[in-house]
C-alpha cells in the first residue's frame, strides 16, 4: 500500500538516499607517457588521413623530408644547398612535431578514457555462475557461458555474473565498483528500481534468483568499457560540419599558395617548395585542426567523469542543443518524499478523530508518506490502533483506484487517497460529501502540498497535508537555463493548484498537472514539432519509449534494463537533476569549440604578416613587415615554431573546457569574439616577434 503520488516518478533504491557519493577513482598513472607513445602511432598515414588538415600538415613534413636529403629534388635552387638543406631541416622538424603534438591533444584524451575504462573493466571477472535448469538442479558454468534468458542463483559473497532482473528473493548488493555508492542497494522482484541488477555488482547478503537479460560481451559494463575507451566514438553532426568547413579553407590556401609560386618568381622573392609548404601550414587552420578531435573526446570524459556513460559524442553535444528540459518534480525539483505536516478536518470532525482514521488506512502503508502519517497521528495526536492488524486486510494503492487504506475486522473500509478518488469512493457508499472538503482541497494545494482525503464507509473525515520541499538552489540553476534559452517542463500526478505552486516556487517555465505517463511522450513530440531539442530523465519501463522519442534520454543506473536501453546516456548515481548539469557540460563542449575555432582563424591573420610581407619585401610591401620581423628566413621559422608550440599550449583548455557562463547566445557570441578572437591576433604577433628575436637566424 502507499499514498498517491506522481504516476511517473520512480523510488531510489533503498539506502541510497542519505549515502554520500563519490566518483570512483580513475588511475591515470602513465597516462602521459603512454600519450607520448600513441602520438608516435598515430604517425600511421591510415589514421592520420582522418583528420584532413592535419594530414596536408604530414603530407607537407614528408616532402620538406625529401628536400631536405636534396634541395635540388623539384627544381634548382639558387640559394647555396648547404643553408638551404639546414633551412628545409629545420622546416621539417617544426611540421613533424607539429603533427606529434596534435596527435599528443587527441591521445591525451583518449588515455583519460582508457582509464575509465580500465577502472570498469576491472569490475569484471570470469565467473562461475550456478545455472538453474528446467529440472530445479544447479549447474555451475563459467559465466561467460550464460546466455539471455538464463536463470542463476546467487548467494551472499557472490559476485552477480552478469546483468539480469531479480525474479526471487531479497538480498543487499554492493555496487560501488560502478557506482562510487558506498551503501549497499536492496534488490527484490516486483518493481522497476529495485529488480534490475549489473553484472561485476556483488551480493552481500540472503540470496537471489535472476533472469539473465544480457548475452556475453554486451552487458552494461562491456558497453561502458566500449563507450568511454572510445571504441565507438563517432564524429557529431557539429564536428563533421566543422571538418568540412576546415577541409575547404585548407583547400582555398592550397589554392591560393599554388599560385603564390609564379608570382613569387617573378618579383624575384625567395620561394622554394619548403617555403610554399610553410606558408600553407601556417595559414591553414592547423590549432582547431590538431585540436578538434581532443575537444570531442575530452567532452565525453568530463561527462565520464561526472558518473555519467554516454551512448555517443552526439548525446553529450546535443546536450548542448538542447532548448527544452522535461523534468519530473518528485525526486528532481523536490527532494522527494513527501511528509505528512497537518490534519485538516472538515464535516465537523475533530483533528483526533481525522489522526484516528488516517491511522487505520495506513498501518500497511510501507511508502515513507505512509510512515509518516502514521508517526505524526501517534506522536501529535495521541492516535492509537484499535483493531487487531492480523485481521485486517491491507488494500494497495493503484493507478486506477488512486487510493489505498485497509479493510477492518469489522466491516469498516478505512481509505486515504486523492481527493476525487475519495469522492467516488464516498458516493457509491451513499455518503455526501462536505463542503468544506474542497475548502482543505484548495488551502493545502495554495501551499504547494499535496492534499490526501481520509474517510471511513461513507463518511469523509478530513485532509492531509502532505508537504513538498523544493531542492535548494534550483530557481537559480533554471534562471541560469532560462538566460541561455533553455525552457523548462515540469510534470507532476499533483493537482493544477499544487503543480503551479510548485512551478511557481522552483522557477520552471511550464508545466504539466495530473500527469500520466503518456504525457511525457506527448509533450516531447510536441516541442519537437516546434523545432526543438528536448532532454528527459527517467528509469521504468514505461519512461523507454519517451526517453527513446527525446533527443537526450537519461536513463538512471537503478532502472530497468529497459529503460538503459532506450536512453543514450546512463547516471550511474540515479541523481535526476543532473540532467541540468548535463546541458551544461554540452554547451560547454560547443562553446569550447567555437572559442578555440575562432582563436585558430585569428592565429592566421598574425602569421600572414609575419610571412608575406617578408617574403615579397621585392614587390614593394615590405612597409607591410609591421612586425620588424628579420628576414624571410627567420619570420618562416618563428610562425611554424608558434603554429607547433600553441597546439601543446591548448590541450590543457581543450581538455579541461572553457569556462562556462550562462549567456544569451549572442553576448556569448560577443564574449567568444573579444577574448578569443582578439586574443588570437595579438598572442601570435608577440609570440613571433619574441621567437623571431631569439633565434640566430639573419
Excluded at 590556401?253 to 609560386?261: C, D, E, H, M, N
Excluded at 470532525?349 to 511508502?367: G, K, M, N, Y
Aim: net charge neutral.
Amino acid at each position: 500500500m502507499q499514498a498517491p503520488k506522481d504516476s511517473t516518478v520512480r523510488r531510489m533504491p533503498s539506502g541510497k538516499r542519505a549515502t554520500r557519493k563519490h566518483t570512483p577513482k580513475v588511475n591515470t598513472s602513465g597516462l602521459y607517457p603512454r600519450a607520448v607513445r600513441e602520438a608516435f602511432i598515430k604517425l600511421d598515414l591510415r589514421n592520420a588521413v582522418k583528420n584532413p588538415v592535419m594530414f596536408i600538415v604530414w603530407v607537407g613534413t614528408l616532402v620538406t623530408a625529401l628536400v631536405t636529403l636534396d634541395p635540388n629534388l623539384f627544381g634548382t635552387v639558387s640559394a647555396d644547398a648547404g643553408s638551404q638543406r639546414i633551412l628545409n631541416g629545420l622546416i621539417t622538424l617544426i611540421l613533424f612535431f607539429t603533427v606529434v603534438f596534435a596527435n599528443f591533444a587527441e591521445a591525451v584524451a583518449e588515455g583519460r578514457g582508457k582509464a575509465q575504462a580500465d577502472s570498469l573493466r576491472s569490475t569484471r571477472s570470469d565467473t562461475i555462475a550456478r545455472k538453474l535448469l528446467p529440472d530445479g538442479t544447479i549447474q555451475e558454468i563459467s559465466s561467460t557461458e550464460l546466455r539471455r534468458g538464463d536463470r542463476v542463483k546467487v548467494i551472499a559473497g557472490d559476485m552477480i555474473p552478469a546483468d539480469g532482473e531479480v525474479i526471487k528473493g531479497v538480498a543487499s548488493v554492493d555496487e560501488s565498483a560502478i557506482t562510487g555508492e558506498s551503501a549497499p542497494v536492496l534488490k527484490q522482484p516486483g518493481t522497476d528500481i529495485s529488480s534490475s541488477v549489473t553484472g561485476g555488482t556483488r551480493i552481500l547478503s540472503d540470496e537471489l534468483i535472476l533472469n539473465i537479460t544480457s548475452d556475453p560481451g554486451q552487458g552494461f559494463i562491456d558497453r561502458m568499457i566500449a563507450l568511454v575507451e572510445g571504441a565507438e566514438r563517432s564524429k557529431t553532426p557539429n564536428e563533421i560540419a566543422l571538418t568540412v568547413l576546415l577541409t575547404v579553407l585548407t583547400q582555398v590556401f592550397l589554392i591560393v599558395v599554388a599560385t603564390v609560386s609564379p608570382l613569387a618568381n617573378y618579383v624575384q622573392a625567395p620561394t622554394t617548395i619548403a617555403i610554399l609548404i610553410s606558408l600553407l601550414v601556417a595559414l591553414i587552420p592547423t590549432t582547431i585542426g590538431g585540436l578538434l578531435s581532443a575537444i570531442g573526446i575530452a567532452g565525453m570524459d568530463r561527462v565520464a567523469q561526472f558518473n555519467v556513460i554516454a551512448t555517443s559524442g552526439r548525446a553529450v553535444e546535443a546536450c548542448g542543443d538542447i532548448n527544452t528540459l522535461v523534468l519530473d518534480k518528485t525526486g528532481t525539483i523536490t527532494l522527494g518524499n513527501r511528509l505528512a505536516n497537518e490534519f485538516i478536518p472538515v464535516n465537523g470532525r475533530s483533528v483526533e478523530e481525522v489522526a484516528q482514521i488516517a491511522l487505520a488506512a495506513s498501518v500497511f502503508d510501507e511508502t515513507p508518506e505512509g510512515k509518516s502519517i502514521v508517526q505524526l497521528a501517534e506522536q501529535q495526536h495521541q492516535a492509537k490502533t484499535t483493531f487487531n492488524i492480523a485481521q485486517a486486510e491491507g488494500v494497495e494503492f493503484s493507478a486506477r483506484t488512486r487510493m489505498s487504506g485497509t479493510n477492518l475486522p469489522d466491516g469498516k473500509e478505512s481509505r486515504k487517497g486523492a481527493v476525487e478518488a475519495v469522492k467516488g469512493f464516498v458516493r457509491s457508499r451513499g455518503g455526501t460529501i462536505p463542503a468544506q472538503l474542497d475548502e482543505a482541497y484548495e488551502k493545502v494545494s495554495r501551499l504547494g502540498g499535496t492534499p490526501l482525503a481520509v474517510c471511513q464507509d461513507s463518511d469523509i473525515y478530513g485532509v492531509i497535508y502532505l508537504k513538498d520541499i523544493v531542492k535548494p538552489g534550483l530557481r537559480e540553476r533554471f534562471d541560469q537555463l532560462r538566460r541561455m534559452g533553455v525552457k523548462t517542463i515540469m510534470l507532476t500526478g499533483d493537482n493544477r493548484i499544487t503543480a503551479s505552486v510548485i512551478a511557481r516556487e522552483a522557477g520552471v517555465d511550464d508545466f504539466i498537472a495530473e500527469a500520466t505517463p503518456e504525457d511525457k511522450i506527448d509533450v516531447i513530440r510536441r516541442e519537437q514539432a516546434e523545432g526543438k531539442l528536448v532532454a528527459m530523465t527517467g528509469d521504468g519501463t514505461n519512461d523507454a519509449p519517451a526517453l527513446a522519442q527525446a533527443n537526450v534520454g537519461v536513463a538512471m543506473n537503478s532502472g530497468t534494463q529497459a529503460a538503459k536501453e532506450a536512453a543514450n546516456m546512463v547516471d550511474l548515481d540515479s541523481d535526476p537533476t543532473k540532467l541540468i548539469d548535463l546541458v551544461t557540460i554540452g554547451k560547454q563542449l560547443l562553446i569550447t569549440r567555437g572559442a578555440l575555432t575562432t582563436f585558430s582563424i585569428a592565429n592566421d591573420i598574425a602569421k600572414y604578416f609575419a610571412i608575406i610581407p617578408t617574403i615579397f619585401a621585392a614587390a614593394g610591401i615590405g612597409s607591410l613587415n609591421i612586425m620588424g620581423l628579420k628576414s624571410p628566413q627567420s619570420a618562416i621559422i618563428s610562425a611554424l615554431i608558434y603554429n607547433a608550440l600553441i597546439i601543446p599550449a591548448l590541450i590543457p583548455l581543450a581538455l579541461k573546457g572553457v569556462q562556462f557562463r550562462p549567456l544569451t547566445a549572442d553576448r556569448l557570441l560577443l564574449r567568444n569574439i573579444s577574448i578569443y578572437g582578439v586574443g588570437g591576433v595579438i598572442a601570435p604577433f608577440i609570440a613571433i616577434k619574441i621567437i623571431d628575436v631569439l633565434i640566430p637566424l639573419a
